[in-house]
Structures are given as C-alpha cells and as structure tokens.
C-alpha cells in the first residue's frame, strides 16, 4: 500500500518594513506593504510533515508534540481546504491515474526549533512549513510565489518565508487578494555579507498575540493610519533601493526608523500595547551609541549596525559580517548572558565567552 507523506522546513523571516494592520481579516490583506530578510535555513526553522491516508478520519494537527484543535473556517483550515482545492485542480483533474489525496484527511506534525509565540516569527516560518510540506505532499506545480497567497491566509508574514534573501509582501489592490503575494527583491547571494543575530530576551509567549494587536490597532490607533498613507510607501521604494545598492548605511536607518515607528503604533493604540521591555530599550541605547561613534567622520561616518523587534521583546540585530563580533562583545558585556554563550561561529577562540 502507498505512503504519501512529506516533510519540508521553512525558516523564519524578520521583517525591516513592518506589517501591522489588516483591510481584510479573513482573506489576511495587509494596510501596508512590508519587506523582510529570510534567515538562513540552518537556525531558527519550523519543521513540518504532512500524512495524507484514506484511513484517516479527519484533518488533525501536532505542533510541537501537542495535538492543536483545527477550527473550522480558521485559519489552519482555510489553508488546507486551498492546498486540497489546487490538487484537485492541477494534478488530479489533469491525470486520472494521480491519486486522490484531495479526498484524504491529512495528519500534519509540526516542530520549532525555537521559541514559539514569543515575537520571533513562529507564525512566519509556521504557516510557510505547513504549505510547502502540503505543496511536496500533493506535487503542485505551484512556484513560491503562488504559495504564497495561501501561506498568507494562515499568518500574514508566513506568505514571505516561502522565498530567500530580501522578499517584499505587495500590499496589492484587488478585493480578491490575488496581488497580495510575496515577491523577491534580491537573492540572499546578491548581499551575504549582512548577518542577523538574534537576542533572546525572553521566551515566554507574549501576552498579546500579533492577530489581535493589530486589530485593536487598526480600529483605534490615528498614527496607524498616517503611517499607511505617509510613511510606508516611500519607505519600500528606499530600502529596495539601499538593498539593490547595498547601502547598509541607509538599510540601517530604514530599518530602525520603521522599528520604531512599529512600536510607536502599538504604543498608540488603546489600550496601549507594549512589546519592548527595558531589556530590549537597553539593546536600542547600546546599538545607538555604537552607531554615533560609527558615524562619526574619523571613523567612517557610516552605520555599523540595525536593530529591529517584532512583536515581542527579543532584539535581531542586522549588520554586516565584519562588525559581528565587535557587537556580539558589546551585548555579552552589557547583558551578561544566562546561559554560557556558545561561540557558534568560534568568534571567540577556543575558550568561547562565559557568564
Ligand atoms: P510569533 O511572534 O511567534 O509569530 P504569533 O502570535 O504571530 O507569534 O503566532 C503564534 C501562533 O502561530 C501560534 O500560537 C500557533 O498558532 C502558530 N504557529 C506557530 N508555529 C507554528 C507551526 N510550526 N505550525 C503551525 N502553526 C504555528
Ligand atoms: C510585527 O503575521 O504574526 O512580526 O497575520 O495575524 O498571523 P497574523 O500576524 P503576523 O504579524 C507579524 C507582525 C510583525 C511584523 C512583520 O512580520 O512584518
Ligand atoms: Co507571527
């Protein structure tokens, strides 16, 4: 008897311009377009492995060893009935010997590598697992681009863990959703010299989640609505831009300032909503300082480094690979670390840095 079974990984994605709003709840349409760098495969990852069988009873879902409800009409739910849909339609419909895995139940089990719900991307690399394994499991033809617009419909950032490098998220216009896709701006080849260190400051799930933060947001808060209509279209066009000319300089100030700006709108929002911690304003001061000096003409008078922060209180800081391990020694002095500092790279020498 076959086994139809697949397993894919999906890494998370940190967003520089940040989405925060939806026009449309159900079909996952964002107020504004927003722009990410994939992290590479190798660290924080969602790893997901789809069952279809014809003895299976109903769709059922494991995330991290513990079974999840699917609710009908929710999110989990919309992206498998769509991924069940496009079998049917492309392969099945077209080949009368394909198998009708499109009438099976599917179990799907799913692990992070990383903490999950805590403001480091789980639902991006989540949701692109669960569709690319769907996708593997089914052989669609589809590209990463048209998986995207279903990733999108289980988290909206997951529809930019479907593609590497530097990936935008079109806001798009049609009532549809169908131009609300993720496109690539740049290969990771076309800039690999920019490194993304992640700074775990806390791994406990938030106390809001990102879907219902930014719903209040959008129904309450006016510096939303500025940033949308002001804001966020230039900024697309200038760190594409500083992307394509490898301008760190200016990624950097893009980056931090649209931060910021994201924190500020959850600040503005009613009730307010705080992410950062004092941790996490600590890290912004450290990376600020270090970025005078950088600035300063005797020095060079660039940016040496780019904070950001999600949803949550965990720091990624971007810069390019020269200046990690000055950086990596500036936080480890600032915040010592709880757990010894493992040296993945051997930046440190043999004897790695304790705490
Ligand atoms: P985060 O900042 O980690 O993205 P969110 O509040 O956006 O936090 O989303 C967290 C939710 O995403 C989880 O409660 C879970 O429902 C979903 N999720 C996380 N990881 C996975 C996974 N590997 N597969 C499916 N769903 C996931
Ligand atoms: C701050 O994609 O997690 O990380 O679409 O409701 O699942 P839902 O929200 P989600 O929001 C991510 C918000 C952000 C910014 C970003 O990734 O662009
Ligand atoms: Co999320």
Known sequence: MAVYIATTS???????????????????????????????????????????????????LWLNGIEEEIKSGGRMATCIAELKRLRKELVEDKDASAPALSTFAVHIASYNNFPTAAGLASSASGFAALTASLAALYKL????????????????????????????????????????LAVQVAPETHWPDIHALICVVSDTKKGTSSTSGMQRTVDTSPLLQHRIKHVVPQRMEDISAAILARDFDRFAEITMADSNQFHAVALDTSPPIFYMND?????????????????????????????????????????????????????????????????????FGTAGVGA
């Not at 005797?298 to 200046?323: F, H, L």
């Open 10 to 60: 999906a890494p998370v994605n940190i967003a520089c311009i940040k989405y925060w709003g939806k026009r449309d709840t159900k079909l996952i349409l964002p107020t504004n377009s927003s722009l990410s760098v994939t992290l590479d495969q190798d660290h924080l990852r969602s790893t997901t492995t789809s069952r279809a069988d014809p003895t299976f009873e109903k769709d059922r």
């Open 279 to 347: 941790v996490s304003r600590s890290i912004i001061a450290v990376i600020e300082e270090y970025n005078r000096v950088a600035q300063l003409p005797e020095n060079g008078g660039k940016r040496k480094a780019a904070y950001t922060y999600d949803a949550g209180p965990n720091a990624v800081i971007y810069a390019p690979s020269a200046n990690i391990k000055e950086i990596i020694s500036l936080i480890v002095r600032y915040f010592p670390q709880q757990e010894t500092f493992k040296d993945p790279f051997g930046l």
């Open 141 to 180: 033809p589809s590209t990463p681009t048209d998986l995207s617009l279903i990733a999108r419909q289980g988290s909206g950032s997951a529809c930019r863990s479907l593609l590497g490098g530097f990936v935008a998220w079109n806001v798009g216009t049609l009532e549809s959703g169908a131009d609300s």
